[in-house]
């Protein structure tokens, strides 16, 4: 069975510092990789995914993640944090051309606090 | 032009009662799905929908079930419920197979 591990449950990054938020995956078949935010009360948005082709993707809000088949990873990337980053964020993994009818395999989610 | 929306947003009720929830999306796609957020913000698959046709159904009890008059509309009735029905409840559609947008969620609360 598919499954996504977050292992930070909790980041705390000083505004315009650098970030890196940690994932992971375990599945049989070529993964479909998504990063969705989740800002407080709010529903989730969708930050970058990745299909195929290009291992390091970039999504909306300035972010990139980079695949790596060989760790099993999808890692995060924000080269500088602005207050407004603080939220939830959530790894998920899908089978199909992105998560298919089977749904999506989320991550536990990591908690990102700002720090002025 | 909200791409997926769904009503109530909140939704407080006492043990025991029947509630709805309603998810419409305007994105023309062919899949939908209802997603659980439990207090510790772990998401889960309930169910999804392909063209009107139940996909999957993942371990819920049969207090949940849900209903697609069209393809634009997937709603989740709930019976009989529990505290433990608290959370929140996300909807999504995607294409058939692709990325999935979701809805801005509807905080349940058992009494």
């Known amino acids: 069975a598919q499954s996504v591990t977050q292992p930070d449950i909790h980041i705390t990054v000083s505004e315009g510092a650098s970030l890196e938020l940690r994932c992971n995956y375990s599945?049989?078949?070529?993964?479909?990789l998504f990063w969705y935010v989740q800002s407080p009360g709010q529903g989730l948005q969708l930050l970058l995914k990745?299909?195929?082709?290009?291992?390091l993707v970039q999504g909306i809000k300035g972010f990139e993640a980079e695949f790596k088949r060989s760790q099993s990873s999808f890692n995060l990337r924000k080269p500088s944090v602005h207050w407004s980053d603080a939220a939830e964020y959530f790894c998920?993994?899908?089978?199909?051309?992105?998560?298919?009818?089977?749904?999506?395999?989320f991550g536990k989610g990591t908690h990102l606090i700002i720090q002025p | 032009d909200t791409a997926v929306s769904q009503t109530p947003k909140y939704l407080v009720t006492q043990m025991g009662n029947d509630k709805s929830i309603k998810c419409e999306q305007n994105?023309?796609?062919?899949?939908m799905y209802w997603y659980k957020q439990d207090s510790k913000k772990f998401l889960k698959i309930m169910f999804s929908?392909?063209?009107?046709?139940?996909?999957i159904n993942e371990t819920v009890p049969n207090r949940f079930s849900p209903k697609s008059p069209d393809k634009a509309h997937l709603n989740l009735h709930i019976n009989s419920l529990e505290l433990g029905d608290s959370a929140v409840y996300f909807c999504?559609?995607?294409?058939?197979?692709?990325?999935?947008?979701f809805g801005p969620g509807t905080r349940l609360t058992v009494l």
């Open positions: 990745y299909f195929s082709g290009d291992t």
């Open positions: 999504a559609s995607s294409p058939s197979r692709g990325t999935q947008y």
């Open positions: 994105l023309g796609h062919d899949t």
């Open positions: 599945y049989g078949a070529t993964p479909y």
């Open positions: 998920a993994v899908g089978e199909g051309s992105g998560g298919g009818a089977d749904g999506l395999t």
């Open positions: 929908y392909n063209n009107k046709e139940l996909i």
